[in-house]
């Protein structure tokens, strides 16, 4: 399986359950950080550190300075 799609709820504390397929799918285990994306026009996305961190590379000049100083963070809090 390559593609998924769900309908998840938001729980009183603001949490989503990322449902069992999608966690074997991309190996994701508790303690695992992902980073959020937000857009007010494309809407909400969750992925991998490593995943974004590709994209970056291959065209570091998509991406403003503010969001690679908020993805170092990311990083940053992701190592502790």
Do not use: H
């Amino acid at each position: 399986m390559d593609k998924f799609m769900s309908n998840v709820k938001i729980g009183p504390k603001g949490q989503i359950v990322i449902p069992s397929e999608v966690r074997k799918m991309f190996n994701l285990k508790p303690g695992d950080s992902l980073i959020l994306l937000a857009d007010i026009k494309q809407g909400i996305g969750l992925n991998t550190y490593e995943a974004i961190a590709s994209v970056m590379k291959q065209n570091p000049i998509g991406f403003s300075s503010e969001f690679k100083e908020t993805l170092e963070k990311v990083e940053e809090d992701a190592e502790k």
